[in-house]
């Protein structure tokens, strides 16, 4: 069958239940929609997480295409079955509608069109993870890894997450935020609350602490970020009694960060502050457990991004905005080695009941994603 309407593969991905980390034959379905449009096919699986890359050409320029076949639990009350891929009323309803097998179908029909006109000028390539909505270890990381020792770097990729606020061609994602997320545990010297010159209460240091932390500026963003972000999560001391001074105090927190800092450099400036306040008498040393799950980063190159909205623009009129908001997305992995932006679907209902897109937006975002290619292999 023909790919270059992407909505009757947009349904048969939907119907995959591809629970993070189950695939349920969903890249099975990509890889026999790519194999006859010349595509090679690599189905890369690390420790049971299922990934794929495809590649048509050898040439360059080489474009690729980013994505993730699995999705998020559908939870509850749905109006159509959530793996159904049901249409109605213009709207195609399920779990992975706009996040983000959508927009994989968008981009395989954008293919079939541009093949349609003759052998492409450089190449076409997928990666394809079932492991961004999960831990992400096995995935997009492990197939660039793949590709680096093959030679198959791209030269751009396009992450095809939904970007867009609330209309498609909105907003093009240029970075995004680093997370980093900490947890600080306190010791102090328990003991009774009506002699507190024999304890050592680890509470008010902490207090003093997270204070500290929230009180300080850490920049006042950039021109492309908002300002570094820290939300403490939880303080948690579990202490069942109203008489007893407790021997320790763990709050967590989070920091979403700008390219102003690194993991390592909030981790420094964590743990010099820990050390600060942590009692002097502690049965123990303070602990601070840090896990960075994404560094912050910037594609600074203007002519890739430019480029990009000039094609977006071309199809819907409306320039786009260049953004880094959101959380992170596997584009942080793709940005060590890559140009990397994100453009997708609407993303309204993502990770939502009812998650759906419309089947007009599917049409238009391969129109998009036509004239990206148009404009990056013609
Ligand atoms: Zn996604």
Redesign the pocket.
Known sequence: MSHSDPVPLAQALLRCASVTPQDEGAQAILAAALTPMGFTVHHLPFNRTPNLFARLGTGTPHFCFA??TDVVPPGQAWRHPPFAGAIEDGVLYGRGAC??KGAIAAFVAACARHLAKGPPRGSISLLITGD??GPATDGTVRVLEWMEANGQLPDFCLVG??TNPAAIGDMIKIGRRGSLNATITLHGVQGHVAYPHRAHNPIHPLITLLSELTGTVLDTGTQHFEPTSLQVTSIDVGNQANNVIPASATARLNIRFNDRHTGASLQAWLREAVDRHAPPHGARQASLDVTVSGEAFLTADTGFTTRLAGAIAQVTGVQPRLDTGGGT?DARFIARTTKVAEFGLVGAT?HKTDECVSVADLRLLTDIYAQILRDFLA
């Open positions: 994505g993730h996040d983000m961004e909505e997450e939904p997305s993502m």
